[in-house]
């Protein structure tokens, strides 16, 4: 069994990343300063309550646990935040990753995986999009996660540290087991909005534009799995070395949000009043991925190509106690 650290670990697909590694035999151990995330989420192995901005608490808790290896989530992950508060996305997504950089070099823990995201493609020319398509984000959020993947790439070349940026679409559902789940406030996010809806938490959803270049004018987006994210960051830890530099982790299939919307319904059973408003801004016509780098090179496939199927896991967990609880 190996010891990882893993940042943000408290938090979405920090918490399900945690699950998988204990299940693949390792024992996470969660570095989080719990802005965002839950101490609930933490269940498979130790909690550091900590900021990536402190520099002696990670390299204090890399002294007491350590860790072979870091597994890299926390961050600030709100495109229209990024916006309005440029300077504290910049502050803790690439001064806090530099700050984690260096602790890590001074304890000489030289193999990291990162929580990257397709935003770093910014409005892609082709899709779906490979890995070699260019880079040009178009928020704050995606050119903080761009930065640090270029820290990454010379941080390798300067110091041989082992690294690889995994670029998420969009993450979605929940642990079966229902233990844990999707919980951000305020949620932004349309899956589980449309599932509040459904829940009678609100009223409706508001569906952002309808006259998108896509069949039905809505806009089309890759959900994948949480879990399948997380299988996909134990393969990467161990294949560490041989890997290319990114790799996005799509399903490679496309749903719209009436795509979306309509599957909800007929998992939940339940209505869903939308309501039509205009254009989110920054929002591509289509986000979709091309995944056949990480099939080869992981042999990683995702379990979850349904959507129905992940909406399910979402609405078990969004019924659930245990989110009530929270
Ligand atoms: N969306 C929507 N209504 C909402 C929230 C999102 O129509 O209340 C749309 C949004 O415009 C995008 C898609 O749903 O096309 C997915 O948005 P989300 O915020 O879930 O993820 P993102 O793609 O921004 O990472």
């Known amino acids: 069994m190996s010891k990882v650290l893993v940042t943000g670990g408290a938090g979405y697909v920090g918490s399900h990343a945690c699950k998988a590694l204990a299940e693949a ?9 719990l802005v965002t995330g839950h101490e609930w989420a933490v269940r498979w192995g ?5 900021d990536l901005l402190d ?17 890299h989530f926390a961050a600030l992950s ?9 300077a504290r996305y910049y502050r803790n997504n690439v001064v806090g990753t530099l700050s984690l950089l260096e602790a890590m070099r001074a304890a000489e823990i030289d193999r990291i995986v990162f929580s990257s995201t397709c935003a770093v493609y910014g409005i892609p020319e082709v899709v779906p999009i490979t890995e ?21 790439a010379d941080y390798g070349r300067a110091y041989g540290l082992a690294h690889v940026s995994l670029r998420y679409f969009n993450a979605a559902g929940a642990s079966p087991a229902g233990e844990i789940g999707e ?19 609100r009223p409706e959803v508001t569906v ?37 530099p990114a790799y996005n982790l799509g399903t490679g299939v496309g749903v719209s949000v009436a795509e979306i919307i309509a599957a909800a ?34 042999a990683w496939m995702p379990a979850y190509l349904d959507i129905e199927e992940t909406i399910r896991t979402a609405w078990a967990w969004h019924r659930g106690n245990l989110r009530r609880q929270s």
């Open 25 to 33: 035999g390792h024992e996470p151990v969660v570095y989080d300063n």
């Open 46 to 50: 130790p909690l550091v309550v900590g």
């Open 55 to 71: 520099g002696e608490r990670l390299s204090a808790a890399m002294a007491e646990h350590r860790p072979t290896a870091v597994m």
């Open 78 to 86: 709100t495109v229209g935040e990024s916006v309005a508060d440029t």
């Open 132 to 152: 070699d398509a260019a880079c040009r984000p178009i928020n704050p959020y995606g050119m903080t996660k761009y930065a640090v993947e270029g820290a990454l």
């Open 183 to 201: 919980a951000h406030d305020p949620e932004t996010h349309l899956i589980p909005l449309v599932l509040d809806v459904a829940a009678g938490e």
């Open 208 to 244: 952002f534009g309808d006259d998108y270049a896509t069949p039905d004018g809505t806009c089309i987006r890759d959900y994948i799995h949480v879990d399948d994210l997380a299988e996909a960051h134990v393969v990467a830890l161990t294949r560490l070395g041989e890997l290319r």
């Open 265 to 298: 319904r007929r998992v939940t059973g339940t209505d869903i009043p939308l309501v039509h408003a205009g254009r989110r801004p920054g929002d591509p016509d289509i986000l979709s991925a091309d995944p056949s780098l990480a099939h080869h090179d992981l």
